[in-house]
């Protein structure tokens, strides 16, 4: 039952963060909208995106992050991932192998979600695919803990190389949209 709370909980962060995290300025459309996506109703009242009273740090530079876009199509449901999640900086890191094929795990996966995950890689092979933070995203100040998570292998015979952490609603968002190919639900957990 709190495992439901955490994903439940967690999609509701990850609503709230993918609505922070669409680019854009003004109630404009953002300059490169896709079908389907959302659209941010945050002014953005400098040029480099921060508030007045902020000033730009070294970790306000563009990093990557999760952008949602129109919904691709299928894919084989074929991939060979390692996953590397730390629960923090001092903690001993879990690491999981989650191999499917046609969407099902092949036996050579140690995975918790291992069915859930390569479900979600076979319905949408580009759900590892992060892309460059753009300067004007707005994401909520939120903090979800320390967890850090690397992916690395492929999916569809594509290269797979992500990070994850829990920093603020952008990365809480993306860390929420592939959860269950991480095996760990993050925030808490």
Not at 9 to 16: P, Q, W
Not at 25 to 33: F, L, N, V
């Amino acid at each position: 039952m709190r495992l439901r709370i955490v994903r439940y909980v967690l999609a509701v962060l990850a609503v709230a963060g993918l609505a922070a995290c669409t680019s854009g300025t003004g109630g404009g459309p953002p300059s490169s909208s896709a079908p389907g996506s959302s659209t941010s109703s945050t002014p953005s009242s400098s040029p480099t995106g921060l508030l007045p009273d902020e000033t730009e740090s070294p970790s306000s530079k563009p990093t990557a992050s999760f952008t949602p876009g129109a919904p691709t199509t299928p894919g084989r449901g074929d991939a060979e991932l390692s996953i590397i999640v730390k629960p923090s900086a001092t903690a001993a890191a879990e690491s999981y192998t989650l191999v499917c094929t046609g969407g099902v795990p092949a036996a050579e996966s140690h995975h918790p979600t291992a069915a859930a995950g390569c479900a979600a890689l076979k319905k949408n092979p580009a759900l590892l695919t992060r892309t460059p933070r753009t300067s004007d995203q707005v994401c909520t100040q939120q903090y979800g803990g320390p967890q850090t998570a690397t992916v690395t292998g492929a999916v569809d015979g594509v290269g797979v190389e992500s990070s994850y952490k829990l920093t603020d609603g952008c990365e809480i968002a993306a860390w929420a949209a592939v959860a269950d190919i991480l095996g760990s639900s993050g925030a808490g957990a």
